[in-house]
Nanobody, 127 residues
Framework: QVQLVESGGGLVQAGGSLRLSCAASGRTFTNYAMGWFRQAPEKEREFVAT????????FYADSVKGRITISRDNAKNTVYLQMNSLRPEDTAVYYC????????????????????WGQGTQVTVSS
């Protein structure tokens, strides 16, 4: 498994921005599709975004499309989540996850596809 450590969460006003980072270690980063998920209090975990190993393919949940961008820096073994125009309903613990894949263009949308997870970082958006 790959070890994942998220950072960058915090408290922000509605309309503001945050950038989350997820540093990976322990395995070859470019063998993994990466994803971000979130879980709000008393709600199930939900998919946010995913990116292929090469970074050339991405996919987003409809709820965040146009406001959130996933990217990766393979030289730094890091994946990012740039969040703009934040809303109170974006408040959640955000988790980074890694899925071992065998094509540079593979992505993963379902949580069960991922075999490594970070500890999460809290994002709170005030109204």
């Amino acid at each position: 498994q790959v070890q994942l450590v998220e950072s960058g969460g915090g408290l922000v006003q509605a309309g503001g921005s945050l950038r989350l980072s997820c540093a990976a270690s322990g395995r070859t980063f470019t063998n993994y599709a990466m994803g971000w998920f979130r879980q709000a209090p008393e709600k199930e975990r939900e998919f946010v975004a995913t990116i292929s190993p090469s970074g050339g393919r991405t996919f987003y949940a409809d709820s965040v499309k146009g406001r959130i961008t996933i990217s990766r820096d393979n030289a730094k073994n890091t994946v990012y989540l740039q969040m703009n125009s934040l809303r109170p309903e974006d408040t959640a613990v955000y988790y980074c996850a890694a899925d071992r894949v065998y094509s540079h263009s593979d992505i993963a949308i379902r949580g069960v596809q991922y075999d490594s997870w970070g500890q999460g970082t809290q994002v709170t958006v005030s109204s």
